[in-house]
């Protein structure tokens, strides 16, 4: 065995130009998988990471039925119940108490339905980046409870502007009529249409003041520490509070339109992945398939004297194994180097797409290195450089010695 | 003495693919060989010598006919049974050398009875003496292409010996080589058909090989038409 072995490693070192071909080949197409799965990765991370960090949070939690059918009926009076959870889940980095509910808004000019949503400004900012959307005035303080902020396309259509009076009209939570002024104290603008166009923002205290609902609020808005835990914790946060009282939803069941896209868009990078890794193996196959034809003759004469067909066929796997364990090897270090690399620095997209930021990417990406799926990939690449070379070890192997050696 | 190998009303055609144009290479050829012969088959070009040989070494099959080498007859062995009989019975020795090139010349000479399995320390002693024999202790290390073409031939009629077979099989082993140096061969074969009982038998159409056999057999559009001993 061992002197297959030899023979295999010699052949690749007699044939150096070949070799060196194979094993950038093999390097470069490692090399580009890892980096353009580095790459999706981190465009779908931030992507998902600015979405939540716009408006929705990592999970949200509401009194059971809220998410099917929103409404005031739904709030919660039991905060610190909540409260007292989510400070024990190691998990939860931060978490915010919100009122939501549909409302009217008029400016003398117009008016617009909205959702309306009691925030307190201090928590609110641990939670969502809302207050560094402000594009004109300023977004809430404590105790501005006769203030409003209100998305930048919504105040075109109601032609207001940072100083100016609007009056918000809904149902309070006694069915009675809800109503009050307040004055705009700025202008948000998400990126995301829905939100400017539809959103506007007081303060929890003059929320539950406008719907007399004394200390109910609708929902608590959490983010956890990282975007992995989301899932496990949601699932946790639905078996400590039950079914029955309230839901733990995390942003997937909140907008599941954005999780699909989500997926698709993987399901594309997967299929784009598979044919760069169908490149690469035929490099690998062409290479390997040359190399057995360049040497029938000495395959001729192993076999003439004796050596079994299975004993060539390892010959040739080995020899495969040998380049694709040096450029899975190259292309490891090479693509985890500059996924790293890059996830430090970024790469500035922005000459390229402003529509980006459409989609909450952002402009800069910054490619998440995932050693796991680097080392699947790289172990795909080398399983592959080996099954690749049983078709030609298999020709050489059923050579006719004579006419072999007559080549 | 008994003999080695032998050959009974063989025929062999070949039909060039996809035609009816058939060559007879062998006609209804009889020849028995025996044990420690220094044989040569001699012919002109196109006689059917390397296809005789072929025959013998289990490289190739009779069209009819039975070969019978070392009590084994060859018609009754599969493949796996034929590659596993040339690798313990038959030493191959090729006209254009056909060394390993990735292999030094005496990882070539010990590459047969490695595949036997013959373990390290006597391969690598018998190698040793073997080069010494044949004048090349001097070039273990170097690869085929750093020898002359005499001592790679050298290093196949070592790789043949070393695997200790049944019998020698050498087509136009000195048809490459300059005649001083295919002289020095034959002699060299002669040394060690003596000394270790080895079978020889040689295809060839050089008047000096023919001379230094024991045995010629002449062929002729395959057929058999003088075998003298000498
Ligand atoms: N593979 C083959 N296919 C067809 N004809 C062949 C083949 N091998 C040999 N022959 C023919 O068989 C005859 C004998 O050839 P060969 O045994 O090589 O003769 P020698 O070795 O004496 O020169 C020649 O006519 C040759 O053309
Ligand atoms: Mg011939």
């Known amino acids: 065995m061992l002197t297959f072995i030899k023979i295999a490693w010699r052949n690749i ?43 929705v949070g990592h999970i949200q939690v509401h009194k059971a039925g809220f998410q099917k059918s929103m409404g005031l009926d739904k709030s919660i009076n039991n905060e610190e119940t909540i409260a007292a959870v989510l400070r024990k889940t190691p998990a939860v980095a931060a978490f915010t108490p919100r009122i939501k509910e549909f409302a009217l808004i008029s400016s003398p000019e117009s008016s617009s339905g909205i959702l309306l949503i009691g925030v307190d400004p201090e928590r609110e900012r641990t939670v969502t980046t809302l207050h560094k959307k402000i594009r004109a005035g300023s977004f809430l303080s404590a105790g501005d409870n006769d203030k409003i902020v209100i998305g930048r396309q919504l105040a075109e259509n109601l032609k207001v502007a940072p100083g100016d009076k609007v009056v918000i009209m809904g149902q309070a939570f006694d069915g009675s009529i809800a109503a009050s002024a307040y004055i705009v104290a700025g202008l948000v603008e998400a990126g995301a249409e829905d939100l400017d166009k539809n959103l506007a923002l007081i303060t929890l205290r003059a929320a539950q003041d406008l719907f007399v609902m004394e200390n109910r609020i609708s929902e608590v808005a959490v983010k956890t520490h990282s975007l992995d835990d989301i899932d496990a914790t949601a699932q946790n946060l639905r078996d400590r509070f039950g079914r029955k009282n309230f839901e733990a939803l ?158 | 003495m008994g003999f080695i190998c032998a050959v009974n009303n063989v025929n062999k055609t070949y039909r060039f693919k996809g035609s009816d144009v058939e060559t007879r290479a062998l006609n209804d050829i009889s020849l028995s060989i025996e044990e420690g012969g220094f044989v040569a088959i001699a012919g002109p070009s196109g006689s059917g010598k390397t296809t005789l040989l072929n025959i013998l070494g289990g490289l190739d099959a009779p069209t009819s006919g039975s070969v019978i080498v070392d009590q084994t007859d060859l018609a009754g062995l599969n493949a796996a049974e034929m590659s596993e009989f040339r690798l313990h019975k038959i030493g191959f020795i090729f006209q254009a050398y056909n060394l390993i090139s990735t292999l030094s010349a005496y990882e070539n000479a010990e590459y047969v009875s490695l595949l036997q399995g013959a373990p390290k320390d006597r391969r690598l002693f018998e190698a040793r003496q073997i080069f010494k024999d044949l004048g090349m202790e001097a070039y273990l290390k170097r690869r085929p292409t750093q020898l002359s073409a005499g001592q790679q031939q050298r290093v196949a009629v070592a790789r043949a010996i070393l695997a200790r077979p049944k019998l020698i099989l050498a087509d136009e082993p000195t048809a490459n080589l300059d005649s001083r140096t295919g002289s020095d061969l034959i002699d060299l074969m002669a040394v060690m058909n003596k000394t270790l009982g080895l079978t020889f038998i040689f295809a060839t159409h050089d008047k000096m090989v023919m001379e230094k056999a024991h045995r010629l057999i002449l062929l002729h559009d395959g057929k058999i038409t003088q075998d003298i001993a000498q």
């Open chain 1, 250 to 407: 995390s942003w997937k069941d909140i907008s599941p339109m954005t999780y699909q896209w989500l997926q698709f868009d993987q399901v594309f990078t997967s299929l784009i992945l598979f044919i760069v890794l169908l490149v690469v193996a035929g490099g690998i196959l062409n290479t390997i398939l040359m190399g057995v034809l360049e040497r029938t003759k000495e395959f001729g004469i192993m076999l003439a004297l004796g050596t079994k067909p299975s004993q060539i066929i390892r010959m040739v796997a080995a020899e495969s194994f040998f380049l694709g364990l040096a450029g899975a090897g190259l292309g490891t270090l090479a693509g985890a180097g500059i996924v790293l690399v890059c996830g430090r620095t970024g790469i500035d997209l922005s000459a390229l797409s402003q529509a980006l930021n459409n989609f909450y990417i952002g402009s800069v990406i910054y490619p998440l290195f995932r050693p796991v799926s680097i080392a699947v990939y790289a172990g795909i690449v080398l399983f592959l450089s080996i099954a690749i070379s049983v078709f030609p070890a298999i020709k050489a192997s059923r050579l006719s010695p004579i006419e072999a050696i007559r080549s």
């Open chain 1, 13 to 55: 070192l007699r044939n150096r130009a070949r070799s060196f071909i194979t094993i950038a080949a093999v390097a470069a197409g490692l090399c580009a998988l890892i980096f353009l799965k580095g790459f999706v990765d981190g465009a779908d991370h931030q992507m998902v990471a600015n979405y939540t960090d716009l408006f």
